[in-house]
């Protein structure tokens, strides 16, 4: 009598149904546990920079429009929750200091979050000379016809704004511009510009390592920030920082049919938890390396938590916010210059007239305003051409 062996490749495909079908592993996605452990079939050379979802156009969620309209509002507050030194002293209220830094302190982070969802949810059709030539017409251009101006100014006038190395005035007048419009410090807001830049030349990659960013790995990248916290210009730091979040954002509009429910559905307790996180950044100086890591997480939790929200809201519009979110980008761009005009009238002004409080409130909503309103009449102004010179 003879005995067939089974051939080696049927053993690998049994141990891996065995590690597949056990029932230790039924938290592993059902999708997943379904391959039965069957080898991916090797991808084709034109499909290497492609997403992996099939290639259909997604619907316009209009909750996620409106998301971008909260990550703009928390970007510009984030750069007015420190008020002008003289108000520093008077601002001795707990609950306002927690409001004022931690919650609106780190901004960016919604920002960026949003950039890779949004990445992700349009790239079914993804083409990445297209892709490329767009954000350089909408970002970039709008960004060196914005800056330049201003940083031949800072070159003429030797007022500079954030860090510079030891010897950049000995730098000459090109080396100087170059720096300046390389790290984004025109304005101190806009060392994003280059870093997102960056993630823009990389977007093969992005794309093609989602395959395989298991939820350990993402959980193990958001390590990494808390060696390395965020600074508020352009380093290294800032893209250990904030591409787990960028990549957070693709996993999520990957997987978002299943998240928004469960977002929804645990709204309350994330935002609960976005608290909590608030008050532990707050106690633990959300300017040190252990407060902005834990301000990372509460503004992911905080990001959950408004998503959850906004969801409950998708079959209601909102022209104001719709439209807010429509000129993000000009808001972005525009908010430094107004910020520093409208600080200066409010701060001559009003410091000896009223309470510290009620001006920075004025501060956040004069600037975030008044940017809205700037932007809204430049895209009228510029027309088709808007976008090529306030990216909206």
Not at 132 to 137: G, N, R
Request: with cysteine; hydrophobic share 50%; net charge positive.
């Amino acid at each position: 009598m003879t005995t067939t062996l089974p051939s080696p490749a049927t053993l690998q495909t049994k141990r891996f149904d065995f590690f597949f079908n056990d029932s230790r592993f039924s938290w592993l996605p059902a999708t997943l546990r379904a391959k039965g452990g069957q080898q991916k079939a090797p991808k084709r050379p034109e499909d290497a920079h492609r997403p992996a979802q099939p290639q259909q156009k997604r619907p316009f969620l209009i909750h996620i429009h409106y998301f971008r309209a909260l990550a703009i509002f928390f970007v510009v507050a984030s750069h007015i929750w420190v008020a002008p030194s003289i108000f520093e002293p008077r601002l001795t209220n707990t609950l306002f200091r927690m409001i004022r830094g931690p919650l609106f302190s780190n901004g960016t982070v919604l920002f960026v979050f949003i950039s890779g969802f949004l990445f992700h949810y349009l790239s079914s059709t993804f083409k990445y000379s297209t892709y490329l030539l767009k954000k350089t017409q909408y970002v970039i251009l709008p960004y060196l016809i914005i800056s330049l101006p201003i940083i031949l100014i800072r070159i003429h006038s030797g007022v500079y704004a954030g860090y510079l190395p030891p010897h950049f005035n000995a730098f000459g007048y090109l080396h100087k511009a170059a720096y300046l419009l390389l790290t984004g410090k025109a304005y101190i807001p806009f060392w994003y510009i280059p870093f997102i830049a960056v993630v823009f030349l990389l977007a093969p990659v992005w794309l093609r390592i989602l395959d395989d960013l298991s939820p350990p790995v993402l959980l193990l990248l958001f390590v990494f920030p808390a060696f390395f916290p965020r600074h508020a210009y352009l380093s290294v730091n800032n893209f250990i920082y904030f591409i787990p979040v960028y990549l957070l954002g693709m996993v999520v509009s990957k997987h978002y049919d299943h998240l928004s429910r469960l977002f929804t559905r645990y709204r309350h307790a994330l935002l609960a938890i976005t608290g909590v996180l608030a008050y532990f950044s707050y106690h633990y100086d959300y300017l040190g390396a252990i407060g902005r890591y834990v301000n990372l997480w509460q503004k992911l939790f905080l990001t959950f938590a408004a998503l959850g929200y906004l969801a409950r809201i998708e079959n209601r519009k909102s022209a104001f916010v719709s439209r807010v979110a429509d000129l993000s980008f000009g808001i972005y761009f525009l908010h430094p210059m107004i910020l520093w005009g409208v600080g200066k009238i409010l701060v001559v002004e009003t410091y000896f007239r009223y309470n510290a409080y009620l001006v920075w409130t004025l501060n956040l909503l004069s600037c975030f305003l008044l940017s809205y309103t700037v932007a809204l009449i430049g895209k009228q102004l510029c027309g088709s051409k808007s976008r090529y010179i306030l990216g909206v």
